[in-house]
């Protein structure tokens, strides 16, 4: 088993630039979730779905995209990069209220 | 959105002493959770609570859901180095919501 698997684990962009951050698992988990960690901040929500074909909005889903078409994939698309999306992204899923799997995380620097 | 108040911020102990936490918020949650990130990791799950009232344990680790439903901690006893990491508070507030939100964290040093 695998887990929850992000790639890639680091990232440089121009601003401007476009890019998916890829993530995966293979648990079978209904629930993905998108967070992007800054200092200070902890974990901020930024897209979540409870199966395939759906998706919602977090806290902070403004510059990012999300598609689920398989439980396995859910990848989060960056359409525009800004300096102000350089951070730590976390993919976790979950089977059930809460008791999310983390991946270890894409460290992503916008310059 | 719902907001997690964590304190303390930081902390500063000597092994083997004993280490609380908590978490607070304005809005009534159905879930509370407990995770620690090290360093260059994501977040681990210690402990989830699923019911008012509720108290668990995970080894060294106690956590709490509080009875108000707005509130939960963590204690760790005797503590040691490897315990040296950032504690998370999470929840998922009651409404059937699926988001799952988080504290601030905690980051715990501990001294040999």
């Known amino acids: 088993n695998a887990g929850v698997t992000q790639t890639p684990k680091f990232q440089v962009l121009k601003t401007g630039q476009s890019m998916t951050l890829q993530c995966a698992q293979d648990?079978?988990?209904?629930?993905m979730s998108w967070y992007r960690q800054d200092p200070g901040m902890g974990l901020r929500l930024i897209h979540y779905?409870?199966?395939?074909?759906?998706?919602d909005q977090g806290e902070v889903p403004n510059g990012y995209n999300v598609s689920r078409s398989t439980t396995e994939d859910f990848p989060l698309r960056l359409l525009s990069a800004a300096p102000s999306q350089t951070s730590v992204y976390f993919c976790?899923?979950?089977?059930?209220?809460?008791?999310?799997?983390f991946g270890s995380g894409t460290r992503l620097t916008v310059v | 959105g719902q907001q997690l108040n964590q304190s303390p911020q930081s902390m500063f102990i000597q092994e083997g002493e004993d280490v609380s936490m908590n978490c607070t918020s304005s809005?009534?949650?159905?879930?509370w959770l407990w995770y620690k990130q090290e360093p260059g990791e994501g977040p681990v799950l210690l402990i989830a609570?699923?019911?008012?009232?509720e108290l668990t344990s995970n080894g060294r680790l106690t956590a709490q859901f509080g009875i108000t439903r707005k509130d939960s901690f963590l204690n760790i006893s005797a503590s040691i180095p490897s315990d040296v990491g950032i504690y998370f508070c999470?929840?998922?507030?009651?409404?059937?919501?699926?988001?799952?939100?988080f504290g601030k964290g905690t980051k715990l040093t501990v001294n040999p």
């Open positions: 976790a899923s979950s089977y059930s209220r809460g008791a999310y799997t």
């Open positions: 648990m079978n988990h209904e629930y």
């Open positions: 779905s409870v199966g395939a074909g759906i998706t």
């Open positions: 809005s009534i949650f159905n879930t």
């Open positions: 609570l699923y019911k008012a009232g």
């Open positions: 999470a929840g998922q507030a009651a409404g059937g919501s699926e988001k799952l939100v």
